[in-house]
């Protein structure tokens, strides 16, 4: 794979998932071995980090497609070799959003969200949910109810430290899941919905989080949840602050880390963000 062609994408738009229709791959070990080693390098390359979730779903009975789809990812990353998480200076503003996506298989969806200190990438996650939702409003109040949790943590964190931050931000695309966490009262077409998921509601009572409207193209975790055309990924992990290194040298870092811009729903949220 050294001198493979490089690709624009982890994962092609549109791919086979019907598992009856392809052959098993022989040699499982190895598959298993590069999925783990891919594994490993998402600690610091967030827009492979839904194409590795997906594949590693199938470790227990690896696919030909799957490890063609691995070799996939290889030849991704040989076009962005030089290409690394860019942390700047930057102020104590925690932010964060979170997105979901359903599978066609078994229907249980996979949640993915981010958080941002400022404009630097500072938490991300791609998990697949251990239950089926009723609708898609129920999926996406499940993936703030698990942003929430991320969201609690930093905070003791940062307050471990006496870092006091602003209630923070929640960027959310579907009007329904944030009215449903907005919303006090449990009425019936939510009492199926498990107790631990309505642990956002508390967090936004107590003004720790604010949950607020973003359109589907400011959507920046629909990097960890979508697999995307080139020129949308190109803008989120652009946004995302995954640069090449081989620009950030020298005096060109020092510029960067003041000369990014913050995105515009950050310095001017929704007024109708709260649902």
């Known amino acids: ?9 982890p994962l092609p738009s549109k791919y086979p998932t ?11 070990e190895l598959f298993r071995q590069l999925a783990g080693s891919l594994q490993y390098l998402t600690a610091t390359r967030p827009d492979i980090a839904f194409a590795v979730n997906k594949l590693c ?3 227990h009975n690896p696919l030909l497609i799957h490890f063609q789809l691995l070799k996939r990812i290889l030849c991704y990353l040989q076009g ?13 503003l925690l932010s964060a959003y979170s997105d979901w996506v359903g599978d066609q298989l078994d229907r249980k969806s996979t949640t993915g969200y981010c958080l941002l200190l400022h ?11 251990t239950t089926i939702a009723r609708s898609s409003t129920e999926e996406e109040y499940h993936s703030m109810a698990a942003t929430a949790a ?5 905070r003791r964190l940062c307050e471990d430290f006496q870092i006091l931050l602003p209630p923070t931000v929640l960027y959310c695309d579907n009007v329904s899941a944030m009215s449903i966490a ?4 449990f009425h019936a077409r939510t009492k199926h919905i498990e107790i631990d998921h309505h642990f956002i509601r508390d967090c936004i009572q107590a003004k720790h989080i604010t949950v607020h409207h973003v359109s589907t193209l400011d959507q920046l975790a629909d990097i960890f949840t979508k697999s995307l055309s080139s020129a949308r990924l190109l803008v989120l ?5 995954v640069l090449p290194t081989i620009s950030l040298r020298d005096g060109d870092k020092a510029m960067a880390s003041t000369n990014i811009p913050a995105p515009q729903h950050l310095l001017s949220p929704a007024s109708d963000g709260n649902g």
């Open 18 to 28: 019907d598992p009856h229709l392809q052959l098993p791959f022989p040699q499982s």
């Open 119 to 129: 404009t630097a990438l500072l938490a991300w996650s791609v998990k697949k949910q």
């Open 182 to 185: 907005c919303n006090p009262i």
């Open 150 to 154: 991320d969201i609690m943590w930093t």
């Open 57 to 59: 779903q199938h470790m």
């Open 237 to 241: 992990r652009n946004k995302l602050l």
């Open 80 to 92: 962005t070799l030089h290409h690394g998480l860019f942390l700047p200076k930057t102020n104590l």
């Open 1 to 9: 794979m050294t001198n493979c062609k490089p690709l624009l994408t």
